[in-house]
Every structure is written in structure tokens, then in C-alpha cells.
Nanobody
């Protein structure tokens, strides 16, 4: 079992920055990858970025690669999402995700709201 808790969301102006954090606990040694997803109002949840724990390689949704950076601190079992040049269409609930265990199960945090005002 893995538990995830996000923090760092909030209200920011167009062009501003935010840093989201996700703290993992539980069977963290079994985590293969951690990532960030988001769900804009009235839309489906979508991938933002993923980081793989074995080599810290990353993968981004193409449209966000230039503005967002995912990173991790494995000693602290934390993953971060630095978001720059935020736009109103970045407004969404941002969720932390982990894939862990022999069965590659997905775990989710409760989400953190990011609102970008125009």
C-alpha cells in the first residue's frame, strides 16, 4: 500500500508559478514511477508528467514540457511539479500518482486545486 498527499496548490495570476509537492508513504520501496495528472473542470483527467524511480528519467505531455518540470527526492519520498508561465487553461485539480508493487497497481492522492486567474 502506498499513500500520497499533495500540497502546494492555490490561486495564481496568469504568468505566475507554483510548485506542487507530493509526499509518499507506505511501501515506497515498491514504487516504479510517480507522476502528476490533472483534471480541468468538465474534462477528463490527463497526464502531465512522470518520473521513473530507477533512473529518474522523465516523460512529459508534449504541451506542458516547456513550462513544467517534474523532480523527485527519493530520500524524502517526495515528488515535485514546478509549474511556470501558468495560464488560465492550466486551471485544474492536480493529482499525484504512483505505480507500485508486483501488480503495478496505481495509487492516487486526494488532489490539489490550482486556479490561474486571467
Amino acid at each position: 500500500q502506498v499513500q500520497l498527499v499533495e500540497s502546494g496548490g492555490g490561486l495564481v495570476q496568469n504568468g505566475g508559478s507554483l510548485r506542487l509537492s507530493c509526499a509518499a508513504s507506505g511501501t515506497i520501496s515498491s514504487i516504479y514511477a510517480m507522476g502528476w495528472y490533472r483534471q480541468p473542470p468538465g474534462k477528463q483527467r490527463e497526464l502531465v508528467a512522470v518520473i521513473f524511480t530507477n533512473d529518474n528519467s522523465t516523460h512529459y505531455e508534449d504541451s506542458m514540457k516547456a513550462r513544467f518540470t517534474i523532480s523527485s527526492d527519493n530520500r524524502k519520498s517526495m515528488v515535485y511539479l514546478q509549474m511556470n508561465s501558468l495560464r488560465p487553461d492550466d486551471t485544474a485539480v492536480y493529482y499525484c500518482n504512483a505505480v507500485a508493487g508486483m501488480d503495478m497497481r496505481g495509487y492516487w492522492g486526494q488532489g490539489t486545486q490550482v486556479t490561474v486567474s486571467s
